[in-house]
């Protein structure tokens, strides 16, 4: 699978963004997606996660009620809703992709894009 994220940028706090991520190739083996982010010096998190059919969605709770993850299984694309930014929600936002094929568990990653946010 993969996967290619677009809408990072340099926003003010208070402000919105909306990142994508396309997924392409073995698209039908997902079972579930999520953003992820990392900042200077920080760890990976989990920033909030989707399954497959766009059922069931989990958030960090730093992001809870400003954040919103979406799926459009039609054209393969997932999306997060960034409102009410903050300086500490800075970092390299990556997708990644969960899939399995023949019995064996698979996760990919896109390139990452930047969210700086400024105070």
């Known amino acids: 699978v993969q996967l290619v994220e ?7 706090a208070g402000g919105s963004l909306r990142l ?4 392409s190739g073995s ?3 997902i079972y579930a997606m999520g953003w992820y982010r990392q900042a200077p010096g920080k760890q990976r998190e989990l920033v909030a ?16 009620g400003r954040f919103t993850i979406s799926r459009e299984n039609a054209n393969n694309t997932m999306y997060l809703q960034m409102n009410s930014l903050r300086p500490e929600d800075t ?18 990653w896109g390139q990452g894009t930047q969210v700086t946010v400024s105070s």
């Open 20 to 23: 994508s991520c396309a997924a």
């Open 91 to 108: 970092a390299v936002y990556y997708c990644n992709a969960r899939w399995r094929r023949l019995g064996f568990e698979y996760a990919d």
């Open 6 to 12: 677009s809408g990072g940028g340099l926003v003010q």
């Open 49 to 64: 996660a989707v399954t497959s059919g766009g059922g069931s969605t989990d958030y960090a709770d730093s992001v809870k």
């Open 27 to 29: 698209t039908f083996s």
